[in-house]
């Protein structure tokens, strides 16, 4: 019996090999994810068999050292050589604990490791594993089908034999071998999947079976730990330290219910796996699992699309000739996966953003400051300064760039108008849409002067960036309706801690608004001085005219007035001098104080006080006197 145990182990340890190399070099040729995966279970099933083999050959070695210690201490005069306690005496049964004691565990936390990498780099490959080949679809489906069978029946046959305590070495590789006539029937499925244009199914099943590799390792470390502490028996059989308990239900799920039932009878104290209940539950659960399924399918019949959204109706993975798009309402199709349907949310206003990101929706509606930063991310953009390319152009020293770089937040909102074709021309249309709004963005700027876009082109702007991305977006076929482009909070840089560049902008900025104003000011005192200085002039030399023509006429006046005197005298000389004279006599008088004195005596003196003597009032006082 030993030997034949021995055999059934080295075949199960060939039998993983040679599935091991199959599925690695079809894994290859297929480009199979799935089949690329199950080779490194069945390499580790290959391992666990080649240690259980070993170990069985030493639990040989051990039983036949046994025996003939048995034949040898049947003579009762030389038994006292060969006494139990010795420690040479059993040295298979030393080397056998030997064994079990440092290698076992080392072999263990090695595979372990093992496990662990193969996971870590398994997952990195998958994204860039690809999509498996199909036109070798029928090669592979007809030899992992073969092994499916040879695996299934080695497995069975040693989980069976296993079950006896003396063939419990057996149970690893057994459990193993079930694993893989599971994994070839998960490569089967997923090459038929690729032929019903499912071809994606390959990655998710090997997707499946890294998170199943990445436990089976959690599973390894866990038995490790739980070695220390185990306690220590010498007349019962102990579990394999590789053995995975995982393995053996993934492999042989029937062995979870009869888990299941020894724990409920260990729970309640008596048999339940002997009631009627538990063995009619045992016979139509199978049934009741098919009767679930089946609800579960009939389910996925029909589909009820939301008033704000768009379903698409796929059948077998490709969209249906007509009836493709389905509006709001109840609608019935295929059970999954042979119909399927996507969700999109295309009667509403979505949006996106450029030039910034923002986290807290709350503080949108805040005062912004140049020198204070808005969002959570600002990026800059390049923009063109007239300013400094006449001043280089004006100049032959080095000058700065005649570019600038400046913030601005871009919000785009659109609608889908043609679900098809946003949903099936490109992978990510989103992405795609927002991509082609940030180049449109950049190109624009890099075209227009900091200053204008700063002030009075933002309405230009806005419109021909809608323009523009609205224009690029139809010639990729993405089938949206651009609604809204909007250009706000233009800033320089806040720049850092160090150079503040809003700062300095402001400064220049009102350094020239200052320059402006003195130069308005100039001019209003130009337009104030200069046509007061030409009425002061003309009215100089109004009066210059004025005063040469009363010259002029006085002259000529006089001049007439002396000839008529001529002709006056010329006609009466004494009574022309008498005149005269008492016309000077009066003109002399007019302004002199004159004494009257009417004398009635002639011998009379009269004294006069001739002093210039001012009368204050009628008494003559001064003021000060007063």
Wanted: aromatic residues 10%; glycine residues 6%.
């Amino acid at each position: 019996m030993e030997r034949n145990t021995q055999k059934n182990g080295l075949v199960n340890m060939l039998g993983l090999l040679v599935a091991c190399v199959v599925a690695a070099v079809i894994g290859k040729i297929a480009n199979s994810a799935t089949s690329a995966v199950g080779a490194v279970f069945l390499g580790m099933g290959f391992l666990v068999a080649a240690i259980s083999y070993f170990q069985m050959r030493l639990e040989n070695r051990e039983h036949l050292e046994q025996l003939e210690f048995q034949e040898i201490a049947k003579d009762r005069n030389r038994s006292a050589l060969f006494d139990e306690s010795g420690d040479d005496t059993f040295l298979a049964k030393k080397a056998r604990q030997q064994f079990e004691r440092f290698f076992v565990p080392a072999f263990t936390t090695l595979l372990g490791i093992g496990q662990a990498f193969a996971a870590y780099f398994l997952w990195k490959w998958l994204p860039d594993a690809g999509l498996p080949d199909l036109t070798k679809a029928p090669l592979v489906m007809v030899a992992f089908s073969a092994f499916a069978v040879v695996l299934f029946m080695l497995g069975k046959y040693s989980s069976g034999v296993a079950r006896l305590d003396k063939l419990r070495l057996l149970r690893p590789g057994g459990a193993y071998l079930l694993l893989g006539s599971v994994i070839c029937v998960v490569v089967v499925v997923s090459f038929a999947a690729g032929r019903f244009d499912f071809p994606g199914l390959d990655s998710l099943l090997a997707r499946i079976m890294v998170v199943l590799l990445v436990l089976s390792t959690i599973e390894t470390l866990i038995n490790l730990i739980l070695e220390l502490y185990r306690p220590r028996t010498t007349n019962r059989a102990e579990r394999a330290l590789y053995e995975s308990r995982l393995i053996g239900l993934l492999g042989q799920p029937v062995g979870l219910v009869s888990t299941a039932a020894q724990a409920l009878d260990y729970q309640f104290g008596f048999k339940v796996s002997e009631t009627w209940f538990y063995k009619f539950l045992e016979k139509a659960l199978a049934w009741l699992i098919l009767f679930q399924l089946g609800i579960l399918m009939l389910s996925t019949t029909f589909v009820i699309i939301d008033p704000n959204e768009l379903g698409l109706l796929e059948h077998f993975g490709k969209p249906r000739s007509s009836g493709a798009v389905l509006e709001p309402g109840i609608h019935f199709k295929w059970p999954w996966p042979i119909d399927k349907v996507y969700r999109h949310p295309a009667k509403e206003l979505l949006s996106f953003d450029v030039g910034y990101e923002v986290a807290d929706k709350e503080g949108m509606g805040r005062t912004l400051l140049w020198t204070r930063t808005h969002y959570d991310t600002e990026i800059n953009f390049l923009v063109a300064s007239s300013e400094q390319a006449a001043r280089s152009a004006n100049s032959s020293e080095d000058q700065a760039v005649p570019v600038n770089l400046l913030t601005a937040a871009v919000p785009v909102q659109f609608v889908v108008k043609d679900f098809q074709a946003w949903y099936y021309n490109h992978t990510n249309p989103a992405e795609l849409l927002k991509s082609i709004g940030h180049r449109e963005v950049v190109r624009y700027l890099v075209n227009v002067d900091i200053i204008d876009i700063m002030s009075k082109g933002r309405l230009k702007a806005a419109a021909a960036l809608k323009q523009n991305i609205q224009e690029r977006s139809d010639k990729l076929g993405l089938g949206v309706e651009i609604v809204f482009v909007g250009l706000q909070d233009i800033h320089p840089p806040v720049g850092d801690k160090t150079t503040q560049v809003a700062g300095s902008f402001e400064e220049v900025i009102g350094a020239e608004q200052e320059m402006k104003a003195k130069i308005l000011q100039a001019e209003g005192y130009e337009a104030g001085i200069v046509p007061t200085s030409r009425g002061e002039a003309a009215k100089i030399v109004s009066e210059a005219e004025g005063a040469r023509f009363e010259r002029t006429l006085t002259s000529e006046a006089k001049a007439k007035q002396f000839l008529d005197l001529v002709k006056a005298y010329q006609s009466a000389p004494d009574v022309f001098k008498q005149r005269k004279y008492f016309d000077v006599i009066a003109n002399s008088l007019t302004n002199v104080r004159k004494y009257v004195i009417v004398p009635k005596e002639v011998n009379e003196t009269f004294i006069l006080n001739l002093e210039d003597k001012i009368a204050y009032d009628l008494l003559s006082a001064r003021p000060e006197d007063r």
